[in-house]
């Protein structure tokens, strides 16, 4: 009879671990009325709480959730994306590398040399195909302290769904830290006379160089998520490349632009974007919007930085 009631009690311990451990990812957990039954579940961006509850492993040591199961046993599962990895790197170096591209067609949506990130911003339209023109951006700044804190910021799914209030849902759908990379679900709530997006996309972070790294995204096909209620767009290419600032001080560019500061205490960083959101945005609407936007966030990743 004692030792009965000591198992219940260990189980009913291990039950309220279990369940303080998912209660962070709960936060935002809603209640909707489905099917002609009208019962009640619970979701967390778009997954049912019973998902993250049948994740849970429970042991006498260790509860493990969702997302750290999702990061074992799945190096199989990303040989499927080693072509495209490769491709994606060059390609956003390629972009990322101004001295290729002369600024050709990109116009300068703004040149902030005297704020504290320095950003430089620029946008261009790029026909697709035949039918398509998407808004491509890309930038230059800085940040405060070193790329792996720039990485770590960028990669926090919570940190950054704080900087963008329209941001409806963010998380790995798996993940292979051993060799950092991961597929990711990102959702945009609707806004105004615009339906909600989503996307799912590849993401992979690399050292190219010595301390210079290398974050690339690209759109993918996953069975696993089919389109359902929201208009799924496409990354056609985004990343970024860092570096410490130190790295291009004999850069007659850099060293002219940034003569007033600290290269130490800096990382320099170039951004590259080409997302089809499947709607047409004229080009002389979309440059006040992006510009708004890109001053705003960098601002943010600034000062979260310091």
């Not at 769904?161 to 609707?190: Q, T």
Request: one cysteine or more; a neutral charge; hydrophobic letters at 35%.
């Amino acid at each position: 009879m004692g030792s009965q009631c000591c198992v219940q009690e260990r189980n009913i311990n291990r039950a309220s671990i279990a369940s303080k451990a998912i209660q962070d990812e709960l936060e935002y957990m809603k209640e909707l009325t489905f099917g002609q039954q009208r019962r009640h579940i619970l979701l967390y961006e778009d997954k049912p709480i019973c998902y993250f509850l049948s994740k849970i492993e429970l042991s006498n040591e260790t509860i493990t959730t969702a997302y750290s199961l999702n990061e074992r046993g799945t190096i199989n599962e990303f040989e499927q994306y080693e072509q495209i990895q490769g491709e994606i790197i060059k390609q956003i170096q390629e972009k990322c590398d101004y001295s290729n591209n002369q600024n050709d067609d990109w116009i300068i949506l703004c040149d902030n040399v005297n704020t504290k990130s320095s950003l430089k911003l620029f946008i261009k339209q790029i026909e697709v195909d035949n039918q398509t023109k998407v808004n491509a951006t890309r930038c230059e700044f800085i940040v405060p302290g070193k790329p792996q804190n720039f990485i770590d910021f960028m990669s926090n799914f919570q940190k950054q769904k704080e900087l963008d209030p329209r941001i409806d849902a963010f998380y790995p759908i798996k993940k292979n830290e051993e060799s950092k990379e991961s597929v990711i679900y990102l959702s945009y709530k609707p806004i105004l006379m615009t339906s909600a997006r989503e996307f799912i996309y590849y993401k992979k972070t690399k050292e190219i160089d010595t301390n210079v790294w290398c974050d690339v995204s690209k759109s993918i096909i996953d069975s696993q998520y089919p389109i359902k209620s929201k208009v799924r767009g496409e990354i056609l290419l985004s990343g970024y490349i860092v570096q410490p600032l130190q790295n291009l001080i004999n850069n007659d560019y850099i060293n002219n632009r940034f003569k007033d500061k600290k290269f130490n205490d800096y990382s320099f960083v170039r951004m590259y974007s080409l997302c089809d959101f499947k709607m047409s945005i004229p080009l002389y609407m979309a440059k006040g919007q992006i510009k708004q936007e890109m001053i705003r966030y960098i601002d943010l990743v600034y000062q979260k930085l310091q």
